[in-house]
């Protein structure tokens, strides 16, 4: 009997096999069947669709830039007569959406209250993910996602596998609401208590101010930004931490809600982006302290406790958001470089900061002290990078370089602005931080066409817009003869 049952068994899963092959084949015939009935435009719109999840973010940001532009140029959202020009509402959109805060019109004094509450609503789209933002709101409807919404979603949120990404997600979002919930109760009784403004007035600009912060944005509903809070301790910090917190990245701040009584199990990011946090707000702090103390324009008027408050608050807001409270404009040129390089490393990856990130630098800092040391394998905190991780940290690194470069020379041509003040604009609209000597609005317009393009392409990031530009990948299945040419 187990004989007979063992020999007939491969007969019907032979013919269920074979009637499943029969299906696809059918299924494929279909679906060829009804694309040939599609007319020659339907066919075009399939073709122009992207399937890659890189250049569904890359359009997804696109829509929302052109939302808020439109939105923007509504007469409602400008408080002078007629909507604003296009470029104006494009330039102040891409920098919402981006979260970077350059400004080429007072904010307070041009918009109106609609217009201010576009910009904040952009803010948060920007700064959750323009497609993260979506798919949590799938999320929160339909309460289920399909696969191409796990995967635009997962790339966008750096999540290593499609089935946590509905938990990723919801993370986010409560984190989000939990930070800037608090930050703008704190600021709102900052407002009503110590400076007269009423109940009203005192929660939008709590509300309006903590999630500028939280998404690491820099936009001010003051036309001198934060200048008039340098010495007020009650909102300097509550907004540095807010900056600090969203700049550290979700990832990070997962794994500090699970492991926060066990470091030794923190992954290689969280400790890498810690540990370069800290490093970079206390030498900022002290380098910006000390090239400014002197400086009556910006920290010298004021007293030594207040100028150390200004220095650490410049020092946290320079890595990722565009908030000042001293005048940047004022500054010495050896501030603007040491600025520059803060600007350029920015935050923790996969969440509201800008820059290229704090990991990028640490892993070329450890390929750096291997070679020096004569190593073969680049090891950190106990761990090896890959290969691969050197050749993503390189490329980043060059690509942003390059077009840093190329940027701040062209708009040397066309422009009469010192070296300095535009290759600080090229690296703060590039970093998605947002300070400013005071030179954007001067900008002509093919300058602030640029300034657009680098906001854009320093939040998407350099290799994901590259491989969004990309049309199709091939994989070579061969190698060539290896052979070193001299170095140095």
């Known amino acids: 009997m187990h004989l007979k049952a063992y020999q007939r068994s491969p007969k019907p899963r032979r013919r269920r096999r074979n009637a499943g092959l029969v299906l696809a084949g059918y299924s494929r015939s279909v679906a060829a069947f009804q694309y040939q009935q599609l007319s020659t435009l339907q066919r075009l719109v399939r073709r122009l669709i992207p399937r890659h999840p890189a250049q569904l973010i890359v359009l997804g940001f696109v829509l929302a830039i052109a939302a808020g532009t439109g939105l923007l140029m509504l007469p409602v959202a400008s408080s002078g ?16 959406v981006c979260v970077t805060g350059l400004i080429t019109v007072d904010t307070p004094v041009y918009w109106s209250g609609f217009g201010q509450a576009v910009i904040l609503g952009l803010i948060q789209v920007g700064g959750f ?6 798919t949590l709101l799938g999320v929160l409807t339909a309460r289920r996602l399909g696969l191409r919404s796990k995967m635009l979603a997962a790339a966008e949120t750096k999540s290593r596998g499609f089935g946590d990404v509905r938990r990723v997600l919801l993370g986010v979002f409560l984190i989000s609401v939990l930070v800037e919930t608090l930050l703008a109760v704190v600021l709102m009784l900052r407002f009503q208590l110590g400076y007269g403004y009423s109940p009203g007035q005192a ?14 944005a820099g936009f001010a509903l003051y036309s001198d930004n934060l200048m008039g809070f340098v010495s007020d301790p009650w909102v300097c910090l509550p907004i540095s931490l807010g900056v600090i917190i969203g700049g550290l990245g979700f990832p990070v701040l997962f794994e500090l809600r699970r ?15 810690l540990l370069g946090t800290v490093v970079l707000l206390a030498g900022g702090t002290a380098f910006l302290t000390a090239a400014e103390w002197t400086n009556r324009a910006t920290l010298g008027g004021l007293a030594p406790g207040e100028r150390i408050l200004a220095g650490y608050f410049q020092s946290v807001i320079t890595r990722t958001a565009g908030f000042n409270s001293i005048d940047i404009g004022q500054m010495h040129p050896v501030s603007w470089m040491g600025m520059d390089i803060l600007m350029f490393i ?10 290229l990130k704090i990991t990028t630098f640490a892993v070329l800092f450890f390929i750096l002290a291997t070679e020096l040391r004569g190593g073969t394998a680049v090891n950190v905190f106990g761990k090896r990078l890959s290969r691969a991780v050197h050749r993503q940290a390189i490329t980043v690194v ?28 090229v690296v703060s609209a ?13 900008m002509p317009p093919a300058g602030q066409v640029v300034l ?13 817009l590259g491989t969004a530009l990309a049309v199709r990948s091939r994989p070579i299945m061969y190698e060539y003869p290896k052979e070193r040419p001299l170095i140095g």
């Open 203 to 216: 929660l939008w600009h709590g509300v309006f101010h903590s999630i500028s912060a939280f998404n690491n």
């Open 81 to 96: 007569d007629g909507g604003a020009p296009l470029l104006e509402a494009l330039f102040t959109a891409t920098s919402a």
């Open 346 to 355: 920015g935050g923790g990856p996969a969440g509201t900061a800008g820059g």
């Open 398 to 425: 060059l690509l942003a370089i390059a077009l840093i470069v190329g940027s701040t020379m062209f708009l040397m041509l066309i422009t009469d602005f010192g070296q300095e003040r535009i290759l600080f604009e």
């Open 129 to 134: 993910g323009v497609m993260s933002f979506g």
């Open 259 to 273: 492991q926060y009584r066990r470091p030794i199990f923190w992954s290689m990011n969280t400790k890498l982006v």
């Open 430 to 442: 590039f970093a998605t931080v947002g300070l400013s000597t005071g030179i954007t609005a001067g």
């Open 452 to 464: 657009i393009l680098l906001m854009f392409i320093g939040r998407l990031g350099p290799v994901t």
